[in-house]
């Protein structure tokens, strides 16, 4: 497989649930990041690892809560989520400190929280 | 701080141009552009890296004024494939995460 694969493509789970997302690259790159799209929102940044450390995280709730095992390889663990929480969530991927290279999108989990 | 994008929404018959535009309150170091297509993933489309650096992706090319904070993405002889949301990401001087735009929707009809 090449380019950044998320699974699963879609997701519904209930308030009490505990669910997690994966995703996963075969580009080689050294940073992963977690985005969630919530309809008529701008792309919002969750976390960001860099060399499979967190250096960023946004403000997310503690329900969230990321992982990066390794470089290619990221999730996102879910717990007692709200309603609110349904989105579109979307990993990417990119190599950091070369001068500028653009993200590769994965094609996202479309999560429901019922 | 959020890149502000203009227009929110274009509508374009096949083979007319549009001009998309990103602008900064910060100092940016560079800016990316991406298209996403309804229910997919956002796609890069191309990143610009100085001040009045342009470059160009078939028939859709960007430009960058550092002095203004701004970006504008050019697409000419517009075909119905290009129907989608664009989004700018910005990075700003010394930092290091994209922050994007709210998105402008463009729909190509023939």
């Known amino acids: 497989e090449t380019g950044v694969t998320q699974t699963p493509r879609h997701l519904v789970m209930g308030m009490t649930n505990k669910k997690s997302l994966k995703c996963e690259q075969h580009?080689?790159?050294?940073?992963m990041y977690w985005y969630k799209q919530s309809a008529k929102k701008p792309l919002e940044l969750m976390f960001v690892?860099?060399?499979?450390?967190?250096?960023e995280n946004n403000s997310v709730p503690s329900r969230f809560s990321p992982e990066c095992p390794n470089s290619s390889h990221l999730f996102l663990h879910l717990h007692t989520l709200q309603p609110e929480d349904s989105a579109l969530y979307l990993c990417?991927?990119?190599?950091?400190?070369?001068?500028?290279?653009?993200?590769?999108f994965g094609s996202g989990t479309r999560l429901t929280v019922v | 701080q959020q890149p502000v994008q203009s227009p929110q929404a274009v509508i374009l018959r096949e083979g007319e141009d549009a001009v998309i535009n990103c602008s900064s309150s910060k100092a940016l170091y560079s800016v990316h552009w991406y298209r996403q297509k309804h229910g997919e993933a956002p796609v890069f489309l191309m990143i610009l890296l100085k001040g009045g650096e342009q470059k160009g992706h078939e028939k859709i090319s960007a430009s960058f004024n550092e002095k203004k904070q701004q970006s504008s993405l050019y697409l000419t002889a517009s075909q119905l494939s290009y129907s989608g949301t664009y989004f700018c990401?910005?990075?700003?001087?010394?930092?290091?995460?994209?922050?994007f735009g709210a998105g402008t929707r463009l729909f190509v009809k023939a």
């Open positions: 990417a991927s990119s190599q950091e400190g070369t001068g500028g290279y653009g993200y590769t």
């Open positions: 580009l080689g790159h050294n940073a």
């Open positions: 690892y860099s060399l499979e450390e967190r250096v």
């Open positions: 990401g910005t990075v700003r001087t010394g930092g290091f995460k994209t922050i």
